[in-house]
């Protein structure tokens, strides 16, 4: 079965989505939004809503820009505050929040995600990043952004230090036997006492053993340095791939390092993104498609794709081709969907914003029902994907007609499932509960 997450974008997936007559535009600070959207995404059947993050205005030294552009997220609730309200307002659906191992610290983190899974009664999920946005390193007493392979570095370490506090307790350490005065059995607890080279934790947690064990891990990137870190630590991988060959290629690297870890392929799911644009009918969807693109000024498209490639791009011709990008510190996976669509498709500076902006860099399926349908179960079934990690260009209307038009046909072919297999999102991703590893003690008779 196919495994659908959805990116929640406060003002929608398109840089102009917005702008649109029917788009909500406050749900950067009106949480009523969020009810109502969260159980828009439920009545989908969607395994999972997620949020990306950071922990500083992206773009603010260009006000210019950033006046005309809400789609960096310049304002958002915060999002494991915004996810523990959804979780009364939900049921089934997967509560993902995106938190930075680069500017956070794994105790407060195992907290965050280990309660959040708790008042969800196991439906959290933690994207982790190491942050793509370098001039948050300002708001943490620092002037740079660390490289990237120390931020992997220090990823590593710190999602082992997260999954060895969340396995601080033993499922049954709580007895809250009020006859014999037990609350707790010190004998199913331990200390983590980790030492290692950027952290230094004792333990334990303070938050009895999550639901699921361990709250679903997602990984958000395509470097090798990501892939690593995924295929040794996580359940999912979120990537940007924009063509099916290159996601064919992302998909059998990415299951082989999997294996190389001791893991089974099917324990880490792989979702690239994907910009749906759906219409009753074809010409329903161009129509749509039309509106949005005429709703991105050509001077905010140069500007959104110079920040992607990392590069003032104002300075070459419009028409022109993509001149060499330097080796920023930025997201080195959409900079590299960047070199090989303007490769390998010969696209102009203008032609790549059109094309880019849209999507910003994932595959783009538009059509109608059966059209992105189509698309989707040739991906799932030519080993490109296990999943899709949807992005819809503006909220609340282009989601719900994904839920409204493409789910229905999915369910109708048998790909996506009609009701949730379980409670918890790792019983709805089909995703085994870590075990404790403590001893195993029958109950008293
Ligand atoms: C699909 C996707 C989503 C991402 N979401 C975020 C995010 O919400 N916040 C963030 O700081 N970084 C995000 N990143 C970037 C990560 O910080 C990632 O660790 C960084 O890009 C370096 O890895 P890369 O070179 O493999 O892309 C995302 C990356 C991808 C591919």
């Known amino acids: 079965m196919l495994k659908l997450s959805v990116f929640m974008s406060p003002t929608g997936g398109h840089v102009g989505g917005w702008r649109h007559p029917d788009a909500v535009t406050d749900a950067g600070f009106n949480i009523e939004r969020w009810a109502e959207l969260g159980k828009l995404v439920e009545r989908g059947k969607l395994d999972m809503m997620f949020l990306a993050d950071g922990n500083g205005v992206n773009g603010i030294e260009d006000p210019d820009l950033l006046s005309r552009n809400p789609t960096v997220r310049p304002v958002v609730i915060e999002p494991i505050t915004l996810l523990s309200t959804l979780a009364m307002h939900t049921k089934n659906v997967g509560l993902v929040a995106t938190a930075t191992t680069t500017y956070a610290e794994p105790y407060s983190i195992a907290r965050h995600f280990g309660s959040l899974d708790w008042a969800s009664k196991g439906r959290a999920g933690w994207n982790v990043v190491t942050t793509s946005n370098s001039a948050d390193s300002m708001n943490f007493g620092r002037d740079e952004h660390s490289e990237q392979s120390e931020r992997f570095e220090r990823a590593e370490e710190f999602v082992d230090v997260v999954k060895g506090l969340w396995d601080s307790w033993a499922d049954d350490a709580f007895v809250m036997d009020k006859e014999s005065g037990v609350f707790l059995r010190g004998d199913r607890v331990r200390l983590l006492n980790h030492k290692g080279k950027h952290f230094s934790v004792r333990g334990p947690l303070n938050c009895a053993r999550p639901p699921q064990g361990h709250p679903v891990v997602v990984v958000a990137g395509a470097s090798d340095a990501a892939k690593e870190l995924a295929a040794r630590t996580a359940d999912v991988i979120f990537t940007v791939t924009e063509t099916k060959e290159s996601a064919q290629e992302f998909y059998a690297d990415f299951k082989a ?184 003690i029958a109950p008293a008779a």
């Not at 009753?280 to 050509?298: F, G």
């Not at 990008?325 to 914003?353: C, Q, V």
């Open 257 to 440: 390092r999997v294996v190389k870890h001791g893991r089974h392929p099917d324990e880490v799911k792989v979702f690239p993104g994907a910009s749906i644009f759906v219409g009753k009918t074809e010409q329903d969807a161009e129509d749509i498609y039309k509106q949005l693109q005429d709703l991105i000024p050509e001077q905010v498209g140069i500007q959104v794709l110079s920040r992607i490639a990392g590069l003032d791009l104002t300075q070459y011709p419009l028409d022109g081709p993509l001149p060499e990008m330097p080796e920023t510190r930025g997201i080195g996976s959409f900079r590299a969907a960047l070199r090989r669509l303007s490769d390998n498709e010969g696209y102009s500076i203008r032609e790549l914003y059109q094309r880019v902006l849209p999507a910003r860099g994932h595959i783009m399926m538009k059509g109608d029902p059966k059209q992105v349908a189509d698309q989707m179960e040739e991906w799932y079934r030519d080993k490109a994907c296990d999943g899709f990690n949807l992005v819809a260009a503006y909220l609340p209307g282009a989601l719900e007609a994904i839920i409204d038009l493409v789910i229905p046909e999915l369910q109708g072919r048998g790909l996506f499932r009609k009701e949730y297999e379980g409670s918890t999102l790792r019983e709805n991703l089909g995703l085994a509960r870590p075990a404790d590893g403590f001893p195993y």
